[in-house]
């Protein structure tokens, strides 16, 4: 049986169809990109970090997206592509999209500061995890009478708890690989390779810049390429907490943006690498945290071995 519609009942079907395709024109046009040319997208958090970098990009081109200033140009000879995620798990994972989809990007190096979680490591150490997770994924357990019960089945890889607090893996796929539970997301081989051929040849300050009166470490900082780093949501300082973290997920530092990245990164099967040189302890240092005394070392030290990265990189 056929029902014949009214001459009015198709205007509206008309109309309906018009206003959807009128709605996608804005959605087409701002998926458009912004630079073709294929880039090395070199990504700071916060502007301690950019200014460690951004008087090395040569011939800058501005471009300004949703708020922030995206420079293109040459880093060491090379086409780059910079920019400020913000700080922030939410930030970083929306503004690595958004470089994405707005740029022809063929790998992601990330620059920045951490908080140092394995006692082995230093302040203004440079460090390229060969693996990132995100340790604020946990459920929260309730508490009873036999102690905290999560409100999930734990797997039989399941990682010990802390507290209320019971990790747990997030699931996501790319186009080569189906969804799935990752606790884990894997720098690329070849980028770390690339690390560790350029780890002693980076220079690394041991005094802040231009303090007055000076202030120095008390050693030379080092690059250490490989073990694992951790991000969350928390500006994380506490020394019983990053006992657990070492203990539990063997991580060398700690952040808030590098595993968002991560995350991005694999779902759209960009490689990427991310060197963070430690700022502070997240919470094992002697008296008061010292992010804030340090920071700019971190960053300039963070800033050296990425250039010398960026230089070694084939073309």
Known sequence: MITLLSRDTIRSLMRLLLLIVLGLVPAIASAQKLDTKPRTAVMTAFPPE????????????????????????????????????????????????????????????????????????????????????????????????????????????????????????????????????????????????????????????????????????????????????VSGTAFADNAEYREYLFSTLKANVLDMESAAVAHVAYANSVPFIVFRSLSDLAGGDADANQETTFMTLASVNSASVVRTFVEALPD
Not at 86 to 106: E, H, I, P, W, Y
Not at 125 to 131: G, S
Not at 197 to 213: E, F, G, T, Y
């Open 50 to 229: 950019w200014g460690a970098l951004v008087g090395a990009v040569s011939e800058p081109v501005e471009h300004r997206l949703n708020g922030l200033l995206i420079l293109t140009g040459t880093m060491q000879g090379k086409p780059v592509v910079l920019m400020q995620s913000g700080v922030s798990m939410v930030n970083a994972a929306m503004n690595t999209q958004l470089l994405l989809d707005r740029f022809t990007v063929k790998r992601i190096v990330f620059s920045g500061i951490a908080g140092g979680v394995d006692p082995g490591l230093d302040i203004g150490d440079v460090v390229a995890p060969e693996r990132w997770n995100q340790y604020m994924e946990v459920s929260l357990a309730r508490k009873t009478a036999s102690g905290w019960t999560p409100p999930e089945r734990q797997d039989a890889d399941a990682l010990p708890n802390y507290g209320m607090m019971f990790p747990r893996a997030v699931r996501v796929g790319n186009a080569s690989e189906p969804a799935t539970r990752h606790r884990w997301f894997n720098a690329d081989a070849g980028l770390l390779a690339v690390a560790r051929q350029v780890a002693d040849k980076a220079p690394l300050d041991r005094c802040i810049p231009a303090s007055l009166p000076a202030r120095c470490l008390a050693y030379a900082p080092k690059v250490v390429v490989g073990g694992g780093g």
